[in-house]
């Protein structure tokens, strides 16, 4: 389905709720603790930052300043949230060189860091507190990382199938601030909604920090290890009112729409390493 046609039916269905139900996105990604409803778990694990697949988890540092969580998809790029990424003074991108990723951060310590060296992001990206809900398909971003942490950590690669509905094999994963220091889970999620292949509608307990973080599929086999691939970037929470209840969904754009970027980028990656690689003799 052709993208603007997914939003116009998106929002025709929102306003023809409206009577009962009034939506807001939250793209600063999460609800806080004194704004969720009583229904709405807490429930996260903790998780040891060194062990794999999780080291190649990391924090987004800003400025001197902790803002996000990412995961390394390649030997030396990152996929975050694109709000983590901008000078709301400046409107636009902080400069690459000025990012930081922290990988298998843990209390005081980590396992690997690097500044940033180049920034991709949609062209359509323009940083809004709310955001309207269509406007959410464009926060993502792809750094890559003057270090090939990837190559010493590991990394956990992007699917580039679609998820389907009711998928119940999924995770995110993140630095949450209540708990900046500390790795932490969200297991055994399941997928609500697989919006046009753009965005992923998910039950994972989310809260500020987690943007960035991934949605990672596990693919459990007898006898084999567990495989994990990144099937979407956390970016929002999404408030669902009505007289009764309000209920509280996750928001990730899907792995389906930020793939053909991330391979384009690995592929001028590899060729500029290729290029600068010394000739044989």
Same mark, same amino acid.
């Given at each position: 389905m052709n993208l603007s046609v997914l939003m116009s039916t998106l929002r025709v269905t929102l306003a023809a709720s409206a009577i009962g139900l009034i939506f807001s996105v939250q793209a600063s990604q999460a609800a806080k603790r004194d704004q969720l409803p009583e229904s709405y778990p807490e429930s996260r694990y903790a998780i040891d930052a060194s062990m794999k697949p999780w080291r190649s988890i990391g924090e987004i540092n800003v400025a %001197?300043?902790?803002? *996000? $969580? %990412? /995961? !390394?998809?390649?030997?030396? !790029? /990152? !996929?975050?949230a694109a709000h983590c990424l901008w000078n709301p003074w400046k409107n636009r991108f902080y400069p690459a060189t000025e990012i930081h990723f922290v990988a298998g951060a843990q209390l005081d310590t980590h396992l690997a860091h690097s500044r940033g060296k #180049? !920034? /991709? %992001? $949609? #062209?359509?990206?323009?940083? #809004?507190e709310h955001p309207p809900f269509r406007e959410l398909v464009h926060d993502w971003a792809l750094l890559e990382l003057a270090k090939p942490l990837g190559r010493w950590i590991g990394y956990i690669p992007l699917s580039t199938a679609p998820l389907k509905n009711g998928s119940d094999n999924l995770l995110l994963a993140g630095y949450r601030q209540d708990r900046p220091y500390v790795l932490s889970l969200s297991k055994r999620c399941s997928l609500i909604k697989n919006r046009g292949n753009a965005l992923l509608e998910h039950n *994972?307990?989310?809260?500020e920090g987690d943007s960035g973080g991934p949605l990672i599929q596990v693919h459990e086999f007898p006898g084999e290890p567990s495989q994990f691939r990144v099937v979407g970037v956390q970016v929002a929470q999404v408030e669902i009112r009505s007289p009764k209840q309000l209920r509280v969904v996750s928001i990730a754009v899907a792995n389906t729409l930020i793939s053909p970027f991330a391979l384009q980028f690995i592929q001028d990656i590899q060729q500029t390493e290729l290029n $600068?690689?010394?000739a044989e003799s």
């Open positions: %001197g300043q902790r803002r *996000c $969580s %990412g /995961v !390394l998809i390649h030997q030396s !790029l /990152v !996929l975050t #180049k !920034l /991709v %992001g $949609s #062209k359509d990206y323009h940083f #809004k *994972c307990h989310a809260f $600068s690689s010394p």
